[in-house]
């Protein structure tokens, strides 16, 4: 096992992963998919780093407690930033009816902007609308991780994009008040080295991890043989595309982002492995999958 340092050495302006006894190249400052072992419900104030020993597998119980497998994806500054293995919620709303009707009376971190050009809300619809971000997937992810100690303020995430009915989409979440995060569209993109990937352009819809097109790589159809498995284990049929382990409950956890391609759908890393996009009103696909920056020390004995 050893420490992600030993699993992640920096040449030149890149570093060198090992991903399943395979190397792979990623840009400075990224270190893709390092297996990590640690429990944010340790003890008050206090994540702990654990061991593979100290592990049991509750990857697929919909666990938020214990030790827990994480996969390092992002390394600066002396922060690690990871997502866990598995969902904390199987299944769950991007944006819910209720939830967008009342916005100005939660708070979730989330300012937006109106879309219409006279500064009015537009209606939620017969399929939801990403107009007021991911309030409800906000609000699982609150409660679900509630409890984890000892962790750094995750960064904030911005978008500003204009669908493809040329209406504006703007908002901020503030993660000031929160233990972790929702991973990004184009965070997964950077991961899985799609640099054809452009949140801003309106037609985007998906791409699959294998080949970083939206053609999915038939060849990778055993378990364990998409390099990106990490990403989309513990899901409903997901072995067929390469990860590890499968769970039946669940085919897929949101990303923060909407998709311009119209008002009512965000990005979401789904079962067949890769980047797609689901309606937000969608309570039965997709869940949470918590992101968390923790300081080197608390990683590293």
């Known amino acids: 096992e050893g420490s992600v340092e030993a699993a992640c050495l920096t040449i030149g302006d890149y570093k060198v992963t090992m991903i399943g006894g395979e ?9 893709n998919g390092i297996e990590i072992y640690l429990n944010p419900t340790a003890e008050e104030g206090k994540s702990t780093s654990c061991t ?15 030790c827990m497998k994480w996969y390092v994806y992002d390394v600066s500054d002396n922060k690690y930033t990871m997502i866990l293995d598995h969902n904390t919620t199987a299944t769950v709303a991007w944006v819910s009816q209720e939830d967008y009707n009342n916005y100005d009376t939660l708070n979730y971190g989330i300012t937006a902007t109106p879309s219409l050009s006279d500064n009015i809300w537009p209606e939620y619809g017969t399929s939801g609308n990403h ?56 965070e997964v993109a950077d991961i899985s080295k799609n640099s054809d990937f452009n949140i801003k352009n309106p037609g985007q819809n998906y791409f699959y ?29 997901c072995t067929s595309s390469g990860c590890n382990m499968e769970k039946t409950d669940n085919k897929g956890y949101w990303t923060s982002s909407p998709i311009g391609r119209d008002k009512s759908t965000a990005f979401n890393i789904f079962n067949g492995g890769g980047l797609s996009y689901t309606v937000v009103s969608t309570n039965d696909l997709r869940g949470i999958r918590p992101v968390i920056t923790v300081s080197k020390s608390q990683i590293i004995p």
């Open 23 to 31: 190397v792979y190249s990623t840009e400075k400052g990224k270190c």
């Open 52 to 66: 593979k020993e100290d592990y049991t597998n509750n990857s697929d119980k919909l666990s938020n407690k214990g």
């Open 131 to 186: 107009s007021k971000g991911p309030l409800t997937a906000l609000k699982q992810l609150k409660e679900d991780t509630k409890d984890w100690n000892g962790l750094l303020t995750p960064k904030n995430y911005s978008i500003e994009l204009v669908d493809i009915k040329q209406q504006n989409i703007k908002y901020t979440i503030d993660y000031s008040g929160y233990n972790a995060r929702l991973i990004t569209a184009e």
């Open 209 to 237: 991890f294998s080949n970083n097109s939206s053609d999915k790589d038939t060849s990778i159809n055993t378990i364990g043989s998409n390099r990106f498995a990490w990403l989309f284990d513990y899901m409903n049929g």
